[in-house]
């Protein structure tokens, strides 16, 4: 792991705002882990008592519903961090944090973010910002919900994965999400979600082979997510 002055995706969070002495101090008090796909960073009504920092990989944040289910409520990549809104609010954490796919995590603990929070008022400020733009994402998503048909949020959702994570060389999103996770995403039960991702194959939205999917055409896959 590198050290942190050095980690290129310190720059797409607060990170960026510590000075090089606070960045030296935080290379010397973090730990380091790898996590293996399929394995929890933190779970839902833990203490994390610190943040973790994304080096790698991508983990989706889940909450477990009344049915006993997870659902995924938002996908997390490189650069950002976790568990901040529970280090402030003192409070266990609200969700899961799963990985996708192998990572490489930083923990920071809490003693030193919090140093961090009170003695330098940018890092503070891009903090308290990202922590609105969550509950922007959070009310954006309950509109959506409540407004958009499941056709619709399965749109809107398989162009979110292709603008935020990529593709694959084959052209195909480059994060395959079971159909059971894809229909957590927009609510809905797993055979509805098969049962639209192959009338949009029908439609040549998108190409569907084994578990990859491709979007063919994204300006109607936009203008069916668009349409309220």
């Known amino acids: ?35 293996k796909k399929g394995e929890p960073i933190f779970e839902e009504g833990e203490s994390t008592n610190g943040v ?3 080096k790698d990989g991508v983990c989706k944040m889940t ?9 995924i409520v938002k996908l997390v990549k490189p650069g950002e ?10 409070e266990p954490a ?4 799963i990985a996708l796919e192998d990572m490489e995590v930083c923990f920071v603990p809490k003693s030193e973010i919090m140093q961090f929070f009170n003695q330098n008022n940018q890092f503070s400020m891009y903090l308290m910002k990202t922590i609105c733009g969550d509950l922007k994402e959070a009310d954006d998503h309950m509109v959506s919900m409540a407004q958009k048909s499941v056709k619709e949020r399965l749109a809107e959702t398989l162009i979110y994965l292709e603008d935020n994570f ?11 999400l079971s159909r059971e996770e894809l229909a957590g995403m927009i609510g809905t039960a797993t055979e509805s979600c098969i049962r639209l991702l192959s009338e949009l194959n029908k439609s ?4 569907l082979e084994g578990k990859k999917i491709s979007i063919l055409d994204k300006n109607k896959l936009k203008r069916l997510a668009e349409t309220i």
């Open 81 to 90: 961090l976790l568990g901040q809104r529970s280090m402030i609010s003192e």
């Open 52 to 54: 973790y920092c994304i």
């Open 204 to 207: 040549g939205h998108i190409s």
């Open 1 to 35: 792991m590198s050290k942190c002055e050095q980690c290129i995706v310190r720059q797409f969070s607060s990170i960026k705002a510590l000075t090089k002495d606070e960045l030296l101090r935080m290379a010397d008090c973090k730990t380091s882990y790898t996590i």
């Open 94 to 97: 609200n969700l899961s944090a």
């Open 63 to 71: 909450k477990l519903s009344a049915n006993g289910k997870d659902q």
């Open 166 to 176: 990529g593709k694959n060389d084959d052209g195909s999103l480059r994060i395959q």
